[in-house]
């Protein structure tokens, strides 16, 4: 129904930033809330951010409030990620969601998922 597909992951440095792309298709964009997420091995997956459907509200996590910023643009069906300040403990598979409407910040109510993209950030 929803299709999410991420990419600008890569390897980089502490202190560097990255910006992650999450392009959409299916369902129409506006309809959803997006969210960002990060799982680590052997850790449970974690909110990063999250964006209401028109990007009038934003969340964070606290971990990142100040260094990363989240945005859309519908016209584009696109929502990004834009890390900055990296830290090797950022180090993680991010992940694309959606769900209806409403922004939330636990990763069981997101029905729709990315394949994810690998985010390492060196020391």
């Known amino acids: 129904q929803v299709q999410l597909v991420e990419s600008g992951g890569g390897s980089v440095q502490a202190g560097d930033s990255l910006r992650l792309a999450c392009v959409a298709s299916g369902r129409t964009f506006s309809y959803n809330a997006m969210g960002w997420f990060r799982q680590a091995p052997g850790k449970e997956r974690e909110f990063v951010a999250g964006?209401?459907?028109?990007?009038?509200?934003?969340y964070y996590g606290d971990s990142v409030k100040g260094r990363f910023t989240i945005s859309r643009d519908n016209a584009k069906n696109t929502v990004y990620l834009q890390m900055n300040s990296l830290k090797p403990e950022n180090t993680a598979v991010y992940y694309c969601?959606?769900?209806?409407?409403?922004?939330?910040?636990?990763?069981?109510?997101?029905?729709?998922w990315g394949q994810g993209t690998q985010v390492t950030v060196s020391s």
């Open positions: 964006i209401s459907r028109f990007g009038v509200s934003t």
């Open positions: 969601s959606a769900r209806p409407l409403i922004v939330t910040m636990k990763s069981h109510e997101y029905d729709y």
